[in-house]
């Protein structure tokens, strides 16, 4: 373990390699500053440009942008109000009102280390997991993956939040649409009515784009200006921030375990993981009274967990080859372009590229918040650009994403049929985020479905395994939605499942 | 022009048979682009071999026309190969298809539109596969094959993309249970070692990267290669893994004698089809005579050539390239195929799979 440690610590020392890890760190950067754009996004707009790359580059590249997204999404939740991204929307809550009071970077100051030493405890508990990966990924059988999936679809009471019913119809919905196309466990096409272009279902890229960038296009366009108001400053307080961090250390270990351990969980997405830590660091708080007002901890706490978030979802990623987040259903699309099978097998005869992520997750995580600090003035001018003049690009590069995917026309329809959708749902309220889980988990419920019956009878039902996931989902459920009231109370019901909605 | 047209078509056939470098071939393709439809994803089996050849062949074809690979994907090879069969059949269009998708062409899987009596083989490529078994058959070798005890499970992603290795179980007439739903052989290889699966065929290259570490650590064991067919209906070893029994082979070990029936009869139908046409690049066989011409010629040259043949090497693992008469051996093959045994595979695939074929 120790050679290959270094052995992918060489590999990704060849200067090509860095510096397609600091082209992702840039691009991911950039994604995350832009609403509704995130790491999904960035992903999905630079994987045509990956044929035929060096594996270890192409790699290095969707790392980097995984890795700074969450970083950098904190500049529009801290400056304006609005989440970056769908995993900072808890850091508007503080982060912002902070701003507000003129102490935006000490409140940037505090996220970024957070964020830098949160990243960096993912990719160390991605390596603690190494050794033990091969028995976990044996013990791991088709009817435990389905339990796991399902523990996916039982986070959407938690991802709806103050609007559970809205939420559980989208999360129905998501589960219909993901059905539309060849069956997973039977050669018959589903609602396609011969349609060929509906036999493979419909592209998760376009359907993310349709339900996430368009709206958010559409809105920021429809309001004018630039996508930050004018304020008096960033002010000062740099270090006083980074101090923040420090003198809070355990409350940043303690959010970024909690980040890893949610982020395991496939399907939990991104946009929770922030609210769940936020929700927990306000109930464990001694003194709640400044939450919502600008306490520096309501940053640091979804900070540190979303970044360290990332070692999280590559856990089922690579091995089980189970997308831990709808940005690694892409990362998992990008491997078998490089010919690489995620699974145990990786982890027995590939260990070298395995560290090629870890150390790529690390460093990029290191690279994107020190960029992040010192280039903060500049790059926080970025959000002063009147978005008429970004939505242009955005919008070409979101089209050319969608259209990458089978160049077939339907690939334009779909991506407008979905971007009606996600912006109706935005204008009704409906949490766009539990329809990408029902969506994505769709067809992976169903095909561990039939495996378990199909192998083990209802036998399945009694393994040890599978009984404590469906008393762990049972728990996610009952103490999602209890925690979620108990937060719901507080300052956050403005902003709750779409934070966007506080800026209109 | 006063020459009357019997006699235009005789000379026509005449340059053609003399010179490979003649002028009319060269005028064909002079200046021109082919496009060669890969209708699977970049990166894949198919991709691979399809951009081996698109990278090498158009230095060999007089002309030196410009020869672009282009991925159109989409439903398992169904939307490439229909945007393929209904464009210009003028020889500047080519399809890439695996072994399996001209199958499914053969059998006539609903929605595809693809023929293959229209179409002629410009190369082709082999790949074998072979079978393994989990440890928990507990038996010791693989004559033992029959005493199984237990569920024989098998994982199916597409039947009919699994066509060889169920046609294999049922000319044992093992009675094994299918486990529906899983994404592509890589699955079901996971599922294999956790054991859940316990018979599980592989690509002779990929049990070879993946299978093989198993079966060191005793996990699994080999049953029996797919292997090839010989113009007499003889099993032939798998090239690429010699030492492995083939299934009729072990079929004889197991009862004294070869196989025989409907089964055997498709065997020897699928194991050719799938396993020689593992890549094959198509052209319409009514696009123009000069064009075909010039690619044959194209391709001739190419695989003298040593830089191509360096290529492929890294690429086929272990195969021979199939130029010149191997294709017209495909081609006959293909015609000779028994209706009835076709009719066999159909119904056999309807009745356990619910696969809907079109008869054409």
């Known amino acids: ?504 | 022009m006063t020459m009357n047209a019997p006699h235009l078509r005789t000379l026509v056939a005449a340059t053609l048979a003399a010179s490979l470098a003649l002028p009319v071939a060269a005028e064909y393709y002079e200046g021109q682009t082919i496009r060669i439809v890969i209708p699977f994803s970049a990166g894949g089996g198919t991709d691979t071999f399809g951009r081996l050849i698109a990278t090498h062949l158009g230095q060999h074809i007089p002309g030196n026309p410009t020869v672009i690979a282009e991925n159109a994907t989409g439903a398992g090879g169904l939307m490439g190969s229909n945007e393929f069969f209904r464009s210009e059949r003028d020889g500047l269009t080519l399809l890439t298809a695996s072994g399996h998708l001209n199958l499914r062409a053969f059998l006539g899987l609903e929605g595809l539109e693809l023929d293959l009596n229209d179409l002629e083989p410009v190369v082709a490529a082999p790949m074998g596969h072979i079978t393994a078994l989990h440890s928990n058959a507990n038996i010791s070798e693989a004559t033992e094959l029959m005493g199984i005890e237990g569920r024989i499970t098998k994982g199916i992603t597409d039947p009919v993309g699994l066509i060889e290795s169920i046609v294999a179980l049922e000319m044992f007439g093992l009675e094994y249970r299918p486990v529906p739903g899983f994404g592509g052989r890589g699955d079901t290889r996971l599922a294999f070692e956790r054991g859940e699966l316990m018979v599980n065929t592989q690509s002779t290259p990929a049990f070879n990267a993946s299978v093989v570490p198993l079966i060191e650590e005793g996990t699994a064991m080999a049953a029996y290669a797919i292997g090839f067919i010989d113009a007499d209906g003889n099993p032939v070893r798998d090239p690429a893994a010699p030492d492995i029994l083939t299934a009729p082979e072990l079929y004889e070990q197991i009862h004294g004698e070869m196989p025989s029936g409907e089964a055997w009869e498709a065997y020897k139908v699928v194991a050719n089809l799938v396993q020689n046409t593992r890549g094959t690049i198509w052209v319409f066989d009514d696009a123009p005579e000069e064009a075909r011409a010039a690619l044959r010629a194209g391709v001739d040259a190419m695989v003298m050539d040593d830089a191509f043949q360096a290529a492929a090497a890294d690429i086929l693992e272990g195969y021979e390239i199939i130029s010149g008469e191997g294709l017209d051996q495909i081609k006959a093959e293909l015609d000779a195929a028994p209706t009835e045994i076709l009719d066999w595979l159909r119904d056999m695939m309807t009745e356990k799979f619910e696969v809907t074929f079109t008869q054409r």
Not at chain 1, 168 to 183: D, E, N, Q, R, S
Not at chain 1, 352 to 375: E, K, P, R
Not at chain 1, 468 to 478: D, E, F, G, H, Y
């Open chain 1, 1 to 504: 373990m120790w050679d290959s440690m270094i052995a992918g610590f060489m590999m990704l020392m060849d200067p090509f390699r860095m510096s397609m890890l600091m082209l992702g760190v840039a691009i991911g950067i950039l994604v995350g500053i832009l609403p509704g754009l995130g790491g999904l996004m960035g992903m999905a707009l630079v994987l045509p440009f990956l044929f035929g790359m060096d594996p270890y580059a192409g790699i290095a590249i969707l790392i980097g942008i995984a890795a700074a997204v969450p970083s950098a999404d904190t500049f529009p939740s801290v400056l304006m109000g609005i989440p970056g991204s769908s995993g900072s929307q808890a850091t508007v809550m503080d982060g912002y009102p902070m701003a507000r009071k003129g102490e935006a970077a000490r409140a940037l100051g505090a996220a970024f280390s957070a964020s830098m030493i949160g990243g960096v405890l993912g990719a160390l508990a991605l390596t603690a997991l190494v050794p033990f990966a091969r028995p976990i990924v044996l013990m791991f059988g088709a009817p435990e993956l389905l339990m796991l999936t399902i523990l996916g679809l039982s986070m959407v009471g938690v991802l709806s939040g103050n609007r559970p019913v809205l939420g559980i119809i989208a999360a129905c919905v998501g589960l219909l649409l993901g059905m539309v196309g060849g069956a997973p466990a039977a050669p018959e096409y589903r609602w396609a009515y011969g349609v060929v272009y509906l036999f493979d279902g419909f592209s998760l890229v376009i359907v993310a784009l349709g339900l996430f960038a368009l709206p958010e296009i559409i809105d920021l366009l429809a309001k004018g200006g630039s996508i930050a108001r004018r304020q008096p400053g960033l002010g000062t307080g740099w270090m006083d921030g980074v101090r923040d961090t420090l003198s809070n250390k355990w409350l940043v270990v303690r959010h970024s375990v909690i980040g890893v351990t949610v982020g395991a969980i496939p399907g939990m997405g991104s946009s929770i993981i922030d609210w769940l830590n936020y929700g927990y660091v306000v109930t464990r708080a001694k003194n709640k009274s400044q939450f919502g007002k600008g306490d520096v901890r309501g940053v640091i706490a979804p900070e540190a967990a979303n970044n360290a978030r990332e070692g999280g979802v590559l856990m089922p990623t690579l091995l089980f080859g189970v997308p831990g987040s709808s940005a690694m259903a892409l990362f998992l699309g990008a491997l078998l372009i490089f010919g690489i099978q995620p699974g145990p097998s990786l982890l027995r005869d590939d260990l070298d590229l395995v560290f090629v992520i870890i150390w790529s997750l690390a460093i990029a995580n290191i690279f994107g918040t020190l960029i992040c600090l010192m280039l903060s003035r500049p790059i926080s001018r970025l959000t002063f650009v009147p978005f008429r003049y970004i939505a242009p690009v955005v919008l070409c590069i979101v089209i050319l994403g969608a259209w990458q995917e089978t160049r077939h026309l339907g690939d334009l329809l779909t991506l407008a049929a979905f971007g009606l959708l996600g912006w109706t749902m935005k204008r009704i309220g409906m949490p766009r985020p539990p329809l990408l889980v029902g969506f994505i988990l769709s067809a992976l419920v169903e095909r561990y479905l039939w495996m378990s019956y199909s192998i083990y009878d209802w036998e399945w039902v009694t393994r040890p395994l599978v009984m404590v996931i469906a008393a762990l989902c049972v728990v996610l459920v009952l103490g999602g939605t209890v925690m979620k009231a108990r937060v719901a109370r507080g300052a956050v019901e403005r902003a709750a499942t779409e934070g966007t909605r506080h800026a209109d």
